[in-house]
């Protein structure tokens, strides 16, 4: 195939308010055109609990809108660095949900465990989605990042596959000073049958080593799977693996097979511009030096080609700066982000580019076939160094959401929560952090349990500080009785009035009567008189 000659357009975007919220490690799912953003850096707040937000770009301009959940929805934690794929709907085609698996939780811990999102209703203001977790039996994959899932189809069957990550150095094996050191996952294609809820791991002798951050491009049966950095090594290979899986009647069957031509590259992002055509853009072909050649890669006739595209005219930002990060928004269109804290007065404020490649406004047909990238940046707010990881199959072009403006998310109408509301510090040995916390009591969701402490003016604790069982919680809550925290319930005992005790009744004494002096007649006068002086 010869070398395209149509360059790709760069159009900046500029952020209204809520830039903060989109960091490395988000990723992005495509519902009919609409594009919504997923896994914001910290829990989310009162605006949006959430975390899932709707990107409505116009005029250049790009808004948040929160989304909601049903009421049947489980919770779904924001996870950055995921592997992430879109399942078809066999009974509609129109209809699809996406399988979320793994990432990272806002307070450094790695998930395993796997989400179904689905859109259940949308009108012009709102967007409802429901999330279901999926119980798995049998080779169970560990909990990781920066790996790959895709769905492939073989003989009227579906199956997911995923393969790769990194994952935290096994309890075993950690000292002090490697207590949060990650290592590549051993290379185990994992095949999950979602409809009966079993997992199988399958150990391949063309894989030897552990790749995280690769692509990952799905069509019928096959999965391509190019270049990733191998951590044990810090090397990254010019892979390029063909997975093949057979789903006959009885057990499946895996094969792989190593292909010349591959590309030495990491954290690239795909994204399908037609039926068979890919662009690979971004990634690292080391840790301090981006790739930003561009190339395209068609798959057909069982095969795959991969060839040098021209890219777009990049600017200066972009060409000079040490780290880059994005997503795939589909149908040709990339989301592209650069830091911008040595420019801007918000320090968490990054620059946002919308890539277009060929084809974007050409194709609509859908197509079953998968696109998974991992896109790569350093995380400086962790301990560990992170890549940002995302993975994307999308069918349509994001466009405008048409509602009013007054649902957009503006971060900057909400209250400081970090001293206000429900993030305060309750007490001295208060430890509930609004970018730490996790759900404590099966009643809460998005912020935590207080109950008012009755002393003096009163005042709010965290019932998790107060060492509250959720019993006892929710008969307070029930009861019209006072609560006194732990620091003034000594003290309320001590001030308290003793209760009034009723006295006895006793019947009042009668008082006694005076005696009337007695009187003496003068014959018995003079009679007591004569006895006395006898």
Known sequence: MAQSTDRMSLQMVSTVSNSS??????????????????????????????????????????????????????????????????????????????????????????????????????????????????????????????????????????????????????????????????????????????????????????????????VSIAKDDTIYILGGHSLQNNTRPPNLYKLKIDLPLGSPAVTCTILPGGISVSSAIVTQISDTEFVLVGGYLSDSQKRLACNTVVLEDNKIEIVESVGPEWTPDIKHCRMWFGCDMGEGSVLLGIPGANKQIIPDANYFYILRCKGAEEDKEEVMTQTCSQTSSEDPGDSTPFEDSEEFCFSAEANSFDADDADTYNEDDEEDESETGYWITCCASCNIDINTWVPFYSTELNKPAMILCSSGAGHWVHAQCMDLSETMLLRLSEANVKYFCNKHIDLNRGLQTPQKVACLKKPPMKPLRKKKPLKLSTSAKKSFLRRLFE
């Open 21 to 214: 919220l989109l960091q490395p490690g988000f990723s992005l799912l495509n519902f009919d055109g609409h594009v919504c953003f997923f896994g914001q850096k910290g829990w989310p707040k009162r605006s949006c609990p959430t975390g899932v937000f709707l990107l409505d770009i116009k005029q250049n301009e790009l808004k948040m809108k929160p989304v909601f959940f049903s009421k049947d929805s489980c919770y779904l934690p924001p996870l950055r660095y995921p592997a992430l794929c879109s399942l078809r709907n066999g009974a509609r085609a129109d209809e699809y949900q996406y399988i979320i698996h793994g990432g990272k939780t806002p307070n450094n811990d790695l998930s395993d465990k796997i989400y179904f999102i689905s859109l259940v209703s949308k009108t012009s203001k709102k967007m409802t989605f429901q999330c279901i977790e999926k119980d798995l039996g049998g080779d169970v994959p560990e909990a990781r990042y920066g790996h790959t899932i895709n769905v492939v189809h073989s003989r009227g069957k579906s199956m997911s596959v995923l393969f790769g990550g990194r994952s935290y150095t096994p309890l075993a094996q950690r000292t002090t000073e490697t207590w949060n050191s990650v290592v590549d996952c051993l290379p185990s294609v994992f095949l999950i049958d979602f409809e009966f809820g079993c997992c199988t791991s399958y150990i391949l002798p063309e894989l030897q080593d552990g790749l995280s951050f690769h």
